[in-house]
């Protein structure tokens, strides 16, 4: 008898004590046994509102410890402190004081994020700065251990929540939103503290707007019986985005070389470049996907997150069908505040010196604080110098700040900056392009093109060697759409078969383009925070050097057949995330339809096939750490 209680006691000790080791991921068995309870006992009473939504948010809070332990306890601070801010701010009577209380808690709430996120950067900042010799520790955990009286709790190093990003840009909008008059506050704190905790989507998104969900709390439950085969599909889709094609490329193929590019060959670092474009977004989309459809089984419904990307025709486009929700959060509540398409404000400026400091302190060069002020003086003098063209500049300027803030909040980290400064750089770029005639993009692309190569001949380097083969490449696409538009008129490219060429043209380029950038991306992450910028940095040079240096071509068939199963996986996924949408939704609908012993087999199956693709150590969602 007294071995059945240890064993019961046993099982009690780690259902309820964080697993470092075993969080509750999706792609886990822990999370579907987890949630194949949760969604026993919320069959139970899911017509009674109230108490759904407090069963679901005590639930959440469980999810959220058993994925991020002691870190619960921050959010119930962001929980409790938003929900009463909130109040706040709708009984100032005065709209200074409302304004006040608002940037109060908009400050506490990213300050908590940058602590977080950017401690060793700012500590690297100020030792340099003053040649201090401060340390970077732990201030949450140095507070637990003082107030339970122990050593339990890690100090010597901060580590960032899991979704901290996430919930803290939702409780911002929610603030912010409050006080602009476009929602009232949620008056129940359990209703509020769901929202906010929705386990689904707490800790990789999509960020959720209170406009979005509060209006679904009080709705009766209704899932259908075609409802329900949506929500399985898009489990079934997230799985098999992530096991078999997110995780089967990183581990075979993509982190192999990320981690030592010098070790493979420049046609395997530009293949790993690309498998890793479709690894993040099968891996991000993928956990959209699975927190879609488990959030529809309980009959709520989250925000579109992605739409294709990859079929964005510029860089404006792919901003618009990539991770959505934080690209709408980032134009309601940065570019817009800062002037949007009207016209700069004192924040259009501040962030751009404050982001060109950043810079040079990470690069550690005077060259780039020169390069910076010699860009921001011909801007201002292009400003002052065409009055008409003031509005336009100051635009393109905003825009520019809200995507490399964009890449800031993904990371202090100078990959971050070049990456978040190389999608805005594209966005400009493409705003101009659209608007000039077709003989003046053809003598532009000539010009680059010709420009690149005398670099790369006179002044060598795999960097110029690696560019001028991609503007090769862009001018024969360009000198060709020109002939045609030379000899067949403005009719030819108007044609179905000329808008089909031309679309299919565009979204290749956005597609390396997009990937380029990745590669400051990828660099990046997955780092120790104190030695980010020097690794990333060095990655990100030797890949570049190993794709921009001489091939050996001969041994390219042979490198094929080695990696075959990766570049025919990454083939196939491609060629899906291309389908005609409304292919797509088709198949989803007849899926839907299926008799439920048939979809039960299927989903079997497709069980059985991810089984096949799954590693010795499951892969963390990449978004869990931003």
Request: aromatic share 18%; hydrophobic share 55%.
């Amino acid at each position: 008898m007294t071995g059945v209680w240890d064993v019961i006691r046993e099982f009690l000790v780690n259902l309820f004590s964080f697993d470092q080791a075993h969080p509750l991921l999706f792609t886990q068995f822990y999370f579907w046994a987890f949630f194949a309870i949760v969604f026993a006992v919320f069959s139970l009473f899911h017509s009674k509102t109230l108490l759904r939504n407090s069963y679901l948010f005590f639930c959440s809070l469980f999810f959220y410890y058993k994925t991020s332990g002691i870190f619960l306890v921050l959010l119930l601070f962001v929980i409790v402190y938003n929900f009463f801010a909130a109040k706040w701010v709708r009984r100032a009577k005065r709209n200074s004081l409302k304004t006040a209380l608002m940037l109060l808690s908009v400050v506490i709430d990213l300050g908590i994020l940058a602590y977080f996120k950017y401690a060793y950067f700012l500590t690297d900042v100020v030792n340099n700065l003053f040649g201090t010799s401060i340390v970077v520790h732990d201030v949450l955990g140095e507070l637990l251990n003082g107030l339970t009286g122990t050593s339990a709790f890690r100090v010597d190093a901060i580590i960032l929540p899991v979704g901290i990003s996430f919930f803290t840009f939702q409780a911002v909008s929610y603030i912010v939103d409050v006080k602009r008059g476009r929602i009232e506050p949620v008056s129940n704190f359990l209703d509020f503290g769901f929202y906010l905790s929705f386990f689904p989507q707490l800790v990789a998104g999509p960020i959720v707007r209170a406009s979005e969900f509060i209006s679904q709390l009080r709705k009766p439950y209704n899932l259908s019986r075609r409802w329900f085969g949506i929500a399985v599909f898009w489990i079934l889709n997230g799985m098999i985005k992530k096991i078999v094609l997110s995780d089967y490329l990183a581990v075979n193929f993509a982190d192999r070389v990320f981690e030592n590019p010098l070790m493979y060959s420049g046609f395997e670092n530009l293949s790993a470049l690309f498998c890793y474009s479709l690894q993040v977004y099968a891996d991000f989309s993928g956990y959209t996907d699975i927190a879609t459809g488990v959030a529809m089984l309980m009959g709520f419904y989250l925000p579109k997150n992605f739409n294709s990307p990859y079929k964005a025709v510029n860089t404006q486009q792919f901003w618009r069908r990539w991770h959505m929700t934080l690209s709408r959060w980032l134009k309601d509540y940065l570019y817009i505040p800062l002037g949007g398409n009207r016209n700069a404000t004192p924040g259009t400026f501040i962030v751009i010196i404050a982001i060109a400091l950043i810079a040079v302190f990470l690069s550690g060069s005077w060259w780039v604080a020169l390069g910076v002020a010699l860009v921001a003086a011909a801007i201002g003098i292009w400003a002052l110098k065409c009055p008409d063209k003031r509005r336009k500049i100051t635009t393109n300027i905003n825009s520019f700040d809200t995507m490399l803030l964009g890449g800031m909040w993904h990371g202090a980290s100078w990959n971050f900056i070049i990456w978040g400064g190389l999608n805005g750089l594209g966005m400009i770029i493409y705003k101009f392009w659209s608007s000039w005639s077709m003989g003046f993009k053809t003598a532009f692309v000539t010009g680059v093109t010709v420009l690149v190569g005398a670099l790369a001949k006179f002044a060598p380097a795999p960097v110029w060697n690696m560019f001028f083969v991609w503007l090769v490449v862009i001018w024969a696409g360009a000198m060709l759409k020109y002939f045609c538009w030379l000899v067949r008129g403005r009719r030819a490219a108007s044609s179905k078969a000329g808008k089909w060429l031309d679309s299919a043209w565009a979204i290749a380029q956005t597609f390396i383009f997009i990937t380029f950038t990745r590669l400051f991306f990828r660099s990046g992450s997955n780092l120790d925070p104190a030695e980010a910028n020097i690794q990333a940095w060095n990655t990100a040079k030797n890949m570049v050097n190993q794709i921009g240096s001489a091939w050996d071509l001969t041994l390219v068939p042979a490198m094929i057949r080695q990696h075959a199963a990766v570049l025919a996986l990454f083939v196939f996924g491609m060629i899906v995330h291309w389908l005609p949408e409304r292919f797509k939704r088709r198949y989803r609908i007849s899926f839907a339809r299926l008799p439920l012993a048939v979809m039960a087999l299927v989903v079997a199956l497709a069980v059985l096939v991810m089984y096949q693709f799954i590693t010795a150590d499951l892969q963390s969602f990449i978004y869990f750490q931003f």
